[in-house]
């Protein structure tokens, strides 16, 4: 049992809090204003957890707080001789089937070698040949144009093995992935290699709530909102008036760059993927 003084503790609430804002603060302020944002948006609205509790700091599990009697307020946490701690009970058989899944998705994902040759064509595939109206960020111009885009996308030999992107593809681009993933294929199919893979590591982290540190799940929100620049840099939008350079995966010199991101990505995903593992197999063991 790991042991944390009050003001250890209140200095990495604090530190973690104000990590959060830098992201928080600007998604509130874009809510008031009305604003819609194609990159960072999807850090709020795909992914789940509210702004408020991915500012809030909590310890994880096996680690008690000195005169932590605030936590006693939440969901989950009880007191004991060596001070407030996540309370094993939360772990119940449903909670453990959770860790469980968890454990033999990531488990299986990295025991795989990365695959780095899709280019991003998930997002070229979300809008091959539908109206502009109907896209997804119909509100943005996409660079190549519609009949472009189109093209390319028919020249390209699409290979997205993640279900969560692939069921976004449209209903003509579909039969144009050499793989149709469903949700059941998730353990079998996922690689270290996907971006979207990879940002979902933060997904996993907040699923396992309140066992996951505040800090591992930071790091893991933080990445993921680095991959998913990536992600609509590379997309057929054209977002330079926000600040995001294209990276032309239309042309050699584009693609090059992708991958390179792409396994930097990788192999910080997988690092966070190792402690979430690890932590998974603590709780599996109680």
């Known amino acids: 049992m790991i042991v944390l003084a009050e003001d250890e503790w209140r200095a990495r609430e604090n530190a973690h809090r104000e990590r959060m804002r830098a992201y928080t603060e600007p998604h509130r302020q874009r809510r008031k204003r009305g604003e819609k944002h194609p990159v960072m948006d999807f850090m709020f609205t795909y992914y789940t957890q509210r702004p408020s509790r991915l500012e809030r700091w909590q310890p994880g599990f096996g680690v008690a707080l000195e005169h932590g009697e605030d936590f006693l307020r939440r969901k989950g946490y009880v007191r004991t001789s060596h001070g407030v701690v996540v309370d094993p009970e939360e772990l119940t058989t449903q909670r453990r089937e959770t860790v469980r899944f968890v454990h033999r998705l990531l488990s299986a994902t990295e025991s795989r070698p990365p695959q780095l040759g ?169």
């Open 118 to 286: 899709c280019f991003g064509l998930h997002e070229w595939a979300m809008v091959y040949r539908l109206p502009h109206d109907d896209l997804r960020h119909s509100e943005w111009p996409l660079r190549l144009g519609s009949k472009g885009t189109d093209e390319f996308v028919e020249s390209m030999r699409i290979q997205c093995s993640h279900y969560d992107a692939f069921r976004f593809f449209s209903r003509q681009a579909r039969p144009r992935n050499t793989l149709q993933p469903t949700q059941r294929d998730r353990v079998r199919l996922e690689q270290p290699g996907c971006l979207h893979n990879n940002m979902d590591v933060f997904k996993w982290c907040y699923k396992l709530d309140p066992f996951v540190p505040a800090e591992l799940l930071a790091d893991s929100f933080e990445l993921a909102a680095r991959i998913r620049e990536l992600d609509m840099r590379a997309s057929p939008y054209d977002l330079r008036e926000l600040g995001y350079s294209p990276i032309e995966i239309e042309n050699p010199q584009g693609r090059a760059e992708y991958v390179r991101q792409q396994r930097d990505f990788g192999l910080r995903a997988s690092r966070l993927r190792e402690r979430l593992i690890e932590l998974c197999e603590r709780l599996l063991d109680q």
